[in-house]
């Protein structure tokens, strides 16, 4: 049965559409299908390295790269951590593993040695992929694992020594490539480090079909794609959003257009040299550049504005022409909600919009009754395509799931006509510039300090970054 609300028959058609489809199972599928669709169209463009890739180009580079992983011992199920720069490299990495079965940990770039040894050891990885510029951090660790021996690590840049040289790999290696095991989109692909509560990071264990999915669904979500030809990816390849966002413009036959990281001074720029029509847009970078001429350059046609507040969206929209749309996903979801285009006046409240393709949506209490709708309660989400738990964390994974519900440790109400709306967070977490950062982690780095006897983060407001870091400590029983 139709709906008689827009916004409900946007999202039905969402829905019946990926229901009708048959998309790529895999990653590596993907990215053969795109190529046979789009050959010699730019599929991604690094424009501050000048470099880019067709997506026949990265197809093809891919199947280099596996076939010439396979006599290193690179096998489905291997686990190869991946310590990259936004740069065309990472993409290929990726793509690779993927094709061989092989399972990616992507390694945060800005790791001290220890918090990289953490990872190599928590995530038992066997090989690593790293950037020239990381290998100090390497060579900085106390004692490396046993399994990442040079003969398991691939060097990108000049610096590779005795180790493999990444390019020299892509050179020897055949296309086209099969793998050897048949690699399926229930086949895990990503242990994806996020920030934890009680610690360090815990590794999401995250399949071809989390990725296919949220690729997808953050492509239709936009509406009519047909206006959609150059998506703007700032966001690190390290974390989902970055993967996310350069999936999402392959599902648009569009060209991404990708930055090393975020910066709020050229940010308008990009928009305007690159003739952007769609990005995650951060709501700081309204305040940073404030009405002038240069805004009729633009060509927006859509942004995601998590987070944003309502008075922001309407005055962006006023100002740009743009549809600005939040939604709510988190690591271990990909995505959950979005505002539908036809949301009208309810997309100026502050919501996060309705449940999207697939996920199903609850409000529960402390007993895990669930609440009368109106009512605040910590929201659980299932549905396929949701991680499979925590890599090696039966507590964290007892605590985390009822079930196939997965208790996202954040506090929301549906209103009457659906909307979900975030009230707060039950974990201690900073939302600094958009990042979760992990009270508990701050906090553990900062007892390691012989001059400190205790610690403690909370978050404050920052007029730049929307939250900021406050740590206070104890010495002696008085707080600094």
């Known amino acids: 049965m139709t709906s008689d609300r827009a916004d409900l028959r946007e999202v039905e058609a969402i829905q019946r559409a990926w229901d009708a489809a048959t998309p790529p199972a895999t990653l590596g599928a993907l990215v053969r299908e795109r190529a046979e669709t789009l050959g010699d169209q730019v599929a991604a463009d690094w424009f501050q390295d000048d470099r880019h890739l067709s997506f026949r180009e990265l197809d093809e580079q891919a199947d280099r790269l596996a076939s010439a992983l396979l006599p290193l011992g690179v096998r489905k199920g291997s686990h190869v951590a991946v310590m990259l720069p936004n740069i065309p490299e990472t993409m290929i990495t990726w793509t690779a593993i993927g094709r061989l079965g092989a399972v990616m940990v992507p390694i945060n770039t800005r790791y001290t040695a220890t918090e990289l040894a953490y990872v190599l050891n928590d995530s038992d990885a066997q090989y690593l ?34 180790r493999h040289h990444w390019s020299a790999l892509v050179a020897q290696g055949g296309h086209p490539f099969e793998p050897p095991v048949e690699v399926t989109g229930s086949d895990l692909l990503n242990i994806q480090y996020t920030s934890g509560t009680t610690g360090f990071p815990k590794g999401c264990m995250l399949s071809h079909d989390y990725w296919v999915r949220t690729g997808y669904s953050l492509a239709v979500t936009r509406g009519d794609d047909h206006c959609i030809r150059n998506v703007l990816v700032w966001a690190p390849f390290f974390y989902m959003d970055g993967m996310w966002q350069i999936l ?10 990708v930055a090393r990281r975020m910066s709020m001074t050229s940010f308008f720029d990009w928009l305007h040299d690159y003739q952007i029509h769609a990005c995650a ?4 970078a309204l305040k940073a550049h404030p009405p002038s001429p240069a805004d009729d350059k633009l060509v927006l046609e859509y942004v995601f504005a998590f987070g944003w507040r309502p008075e922001s969206k309407r005055a962006a929209e006023a100002r740009f022409g743009f549809r600005a749309r939040d939604g709510y996903g988190m690591t271990e979801l990909g995505t959950a909600t979005m505002t539908p285009i ?49 890599y090696k964390r039966p507590a964290a994974n007892a605590e985390a799931f009822r079930g196939a519900w997965f208790c996202t440790g954040d506090i929301v109400r549906q209103d009457e006509d659906g909307y979900f709306f975030i009230v707060g967070r039950m974990k201690e977490m900073v939302k600094r510039s958009g990042e979760n950062v992990a009270a508990r982690e701050v906090e553990a780095v900062l007892n390691e300090i012989d001059t400190i006897a205790e610690s403690a983060v909370i978050p404050v407001p920052d007029e730049k970054r929307g939250e900021e870091v406050k740590a206070s400590r104890l010495d002696n029983g008085v707080t600094n």
Not at 133 to 161: C, F, K, Q, T
């Open 342 to 390: 036809a949301a009208g006046e309810k997309n100026f409240e502050r919501t996060c919009g309705l449940a999207i393709l697939d996920r199903q949506l609850k409000v529960m209490d402390e007993a895990g009754v669930e609440v009368a709708r109106g009512e605040t309660g910590e929201l659980w989400v299932t549905g396929p395509g949701i991680l499979w738990g925590y």
């Open 129 to 162: 992929v790293i950037e020239e510029s990381y290998l100090s951090v390497l060579e900085a660790m106390a004692e490396r694992p046993a399994m990442i021996a040079d003969s398991n690590i691939i060097v990108v840049g000049a610096a590779a020594g005795e």
């Open 248 to 257: 999402s413009s392959f599902f648009l036959d569009a060209t991404a257009y």
């Open 281 to 284: 847009f951060p709501e700081l």
